[in-house]
């Protein structure tokens, strides 16, 4: 009888990894298939081309014939721009590799996004690997492929996302050993994710904290290790000091911030103290409401679908998942297999790194609640959600098929609402009506009078210079800044 019991226990044990097998498998091809169609119809989806991604284009344009920025400084830390963000160093000259082969098209550029954007997935893999193993790792980049938050912009050429790349790799190497060279590594990669993106210049510091206090009596540091983190760290970021010194980088959160003085007053507010405060955290909630987290994301078109939330039915879950084993704790406190109390103070420094995140946003005023400022939130829900699931199915094996089936629908889901219904919804946001007409053009007569349409948008008019009349960087800039004052001389604006 006791040899019967066994047999029957090794064939459900048996079972049970067969059916781990599966739903891994399962989940390998849908992370593959998800991940190849980030590379599909770059140059129709998004329609049209944006304001910012024209910027990116000139820029590359200009650095790739020239070695200057789309204002013809030769190599520069930061490529200025006449708006917004100037073009960080970590995304100009890596992107220098991609243009020469792949050329200067904003098609070209959204490609480099993506591909970035799969090395921050990468990225993901290797550390929870590292922290829980493979099975844990492919559920975090199930999560992170089937991710509303990040599918959408990260299709734009836009440098945004290379910050929390930097970021993931960064914490990877601190935790891969503590060995100096490691800490040295993850010292530069964390300063490179400050160059990447504004928002994470306040991040990254407060990121670094919480790791301290999460390694605090967990392992012997090496003076040598720390000592060659912050000093690269800090040695890194020396030429960005530099330029928020001279005020050139810190123009556009000036004009944005909650600290500005026009602002407040539309506010009827004077700047004290516990107005902004009260500014803050009203900002800040706007970023934890239910239509932004779960049913139309960021109200942008260059950020969202409009059609899905930030997080994903499968993030979601995690978060019903986790209410449960926090039920379970409270009901046995005495279960010492339960993943949340075994590794609680993962989940805090999760938790803690998804919260800060939001921070730089919410000293913001503009566009809020805003996807694109908190992505540095991003790679820690994506943390938080595979681990959960992970956790769960190593409780219970048949959660394993619902993994694999949950990530397939939200995957599926993520791709009809990309592919068949946000192109045409999204068409206002990415000046589509530009790029039908410069297809249209045939004779000089077209070109001209194209040309004078879109004189106002400098990088437009330079843009379809160098693709459409083949030009030069500095022919379409001589050429546009000509016609520019000779237009505004005749009172055309």
């Given at each position: 009888?006791?040899?019967?019991?066994?047999?029957?226990?090794?064939?459900?044990?048996?079972?049970?990894?067969?059916?781990?097998?599966?739903?891994?498998?399962?989940?390998?091809?849908?992370?593959?298939?998800?991940?190849?169609?980030?590379?599909?119809?770059?140059?129709?989806?998004?329609?049209?081309?944006?304001?910012?991604?024209?910027?990116?284009?000139?820029?590359?344009?200009?650095?790739?014939?020239?070695?200057?920025?789309?204002?013809?400084?030769?190599?520069?830390?930061?490529?200025?721009?006449?708006?917004?963000?100037?073009?960080?160093?970590?995304?100009?000259?890596?992107?220098?590799?991609?243009?020469?082969?792949?050329?200067?098209?904003?098609?070209?550029?959204?490609?480099?996004?993506?591909?970035?954007?799969?090395?921050?997935?990468?990225?993901?893999?290797?550390?929870?690997?590292?922290?829980?193993?493979?099975?844990?790792?492919?559920?975090?980049?199930?999560?992170?492929?089937?991710?509303?938050?990040?599918?959408?912009?990260?299709?734009?050429?836009?440098?945004?996302?290379?910050?929390?790349?930097?970021?993931?790799w960064a914490v990877y190497f601190f935790w891969r050993s503590g060995?100096?060279?490691?800490?040295?590594?993850?010292?530069?990669?964390?300063?490179?994710?400050?160059?990447?993106?504004?928002?994470?210049?306040?991040?990254?510091?407060?990121?670094?904290?919480?790791?301290?206090?999460?390694?605090?009596?967990?392992?012997?540091?090496?003076?040598?290790?720390?000592?060659?983190?912050?000093?690269?760290?800090?040695?890194?970021?020396?030429?960005?000091?530099?330029?928020?010194?001279?005020?050139?980088?810190?123009?556009?959160?000036?004009?944005?911030?909650?600290?500005?003085?026009?602002?407040?007053?539309?506010?009827?507010?004077?700047?004290?103290?516990?107005?902004?405060?009260?500014?803050?955290?009203?900002?800040?909630?706007?970023?934890?409401?239910?239509?932004?987290?779960?049913?139309?994301?960021?109200?942008?078109?260059?950020?969202?679908?409009?059609?899905?939330?930030?997080?994903?039915?499968?993030?979601?879950?995690?978060?019903?998942?986790?209410?449960?084993?926090?039920?379970?704790?409270?009901?046995?406190?005495?279960?010492?297999?339960?993943?949340?109390?075994?590794?609680?103070?993962?989940?805090?420094?999760?938790?803690?790194?998804?919260?800060?995140?939001?921070?730089?946003?919410?000293?913001?005023?503009?566009?809020?609640?805003?996807?694109?400022?908190?992505?540095?939130?991003?790679?820690?829900?994506?943390?938080?959600?595979?681990?959960?699931?992970?956790?769960?199915?190593?409780?219970?094996?048949?959660?394993?098929?619902?993994?694999?089936?949950?990530?397939?629908?939200?995957?599926g889901a993520l791709m009809y609402q990309y592919f068949m219904i946000?192109?045409?919804?999204?068409?206002?946001?990415?000046?589509?009506?530009?790029?039908?007409?410069?297809?249209?053009?045939?004779?000089?007569?077209?070109?001209?009078?194209?040309?004078?349409?879109?004189?106002?948008?400098?990088?437009?008019?330079?843009?379809?210079?160098?693709?459409?009349?083949?030009?030069?960087?500095?022919?379409?800039?001589?050429?546009?800044?000509?016609?520019?004052?000779?237009?505004?001389?005749?009172?055309?604006?």
């Amino acid at each position: 009888m006791l040899s019967y019991f066994l047999i029957l226990k090794k064939d459900a044990r048996d079972h049970c990894v067969m059916l781990k097998k599966i739903a891994l498998g399962f989940i390998i091809l849908v992370v593959l298939a998800s991940n190849v169609l980030r590379f599909w119809k770059l140059d129709t989806i998004p329609y049209g081309f944006h304001v910012d991604e024209m910027g990116s284009a000139v820029t590359m344009q200009c650095f790739s014939e020239k070695g200057c920025d789309a204002a013809l400084k030769p190599w520069p830390v930061f490529g200025l721009m006449q708006y917004g963000q100037d073009k960080p160093p970590t995304y100009i000259y890596p992107g220098l590799f991609w243009v020469k082969i792949f050329g200067t098209t904003v098609p070209s550029l959204r490609g480099y996004g993506v591909f970035v954007f799969l090395i921050g997935i990468l990225g993901l893999f290797f550390l929870a690997n590292h922290l829980f193993g493979r099975a844990c790792a492919l559920v975090v980049i199930l999560a992170a492929t089937c991710s509303p938050w990040a599918w959408v912009v990260n299709r734009v050429a836009l440098e945004s996302y290379f910050a929390p790349v930097f970021a993931i790799w960064a914490v990877y190497f601190f935790w891969r050993s503590g060995f100096w060279w490691d800490w040295a590594l993850a010292g530069f990669l964390f300063a490179c994710a400050m160059y990447s993106y504004p928002p994470a210049r306040l991040q990254i510091p407060l990121m670094m904290l919480t790791i301290g206090f999460y390694e605090w009596g967990r392992r012997s540091v090496r003076w040598q290790s720390a000592l060659s983190l912050f000093f690269v760290f800090i040695l890194s970021l020396l030429p960005m000091i530099a330029k928020y010194r001279d005020g050139s980088l810190s123009r556009r959160f000036n004009e944005i911030s909650i600290f500005n003085k026009d602002y407040l007053h539309s506010l009827g507010m004077t700047g004290t103290p516990w107005e902004t405060i009260h500014v803050f955290v009203h900002n800040y909630l706007l970023h934890l409401t239910p239509d932004f987290l779960f049913f139309t994301g960021d109200p942008s078109y260059v950020h969202s679908t409009r059609h899905l939330g930030l997080l994903s039915v499968l993030d979601i879950a995690a978060v019903v998942i986790l209410i449960g084993f926090l039920f379970f704790a409270f009901m046995r406190p005495s279960w010492g297999y339960n993943p949340v109390v075994k590794n609680r103070r993962w989940l805090l420094f999760l938790a803690a790194n998804f919260f800060i995140g939001i921070i730089p946003s919410a000293l913001t005023n503009q566009e809020l609640p805003h996807a694109l400022r908190i992505c540095g939130s991003w790679p820690f829900m994506m943390l938080f959600t595979g681990f959960i699931w992970w956790a769960a199915a190593e409780c219970l094996s048949g959660c394993w098929l619902a993994i694999a089936l949950v990530g397939a629908v939200c995957a599926g889901a993520l791709m009809y609402q990309y592919f068949m219904i946000y192109p045409q919804e999204s068409k206002g946001m990415f000046d589509y009506w530009v790029e039908e007409k410069a297809e249209q053009l045939k004779t000089q007569d077209d070109w001209q009078e194209f040309l004078l349409y879109i004189h106002r948008k400098t990088y437009d008019c330079r843009y379809f210079m160098v693709h459409g009349l083949g030009m030069t960087c500095q022919q379409a800039n001589d050429l546009w800044w000509r016609m520019y004052q000779y237009l505004h001389n005749k009172g055309v604006y």
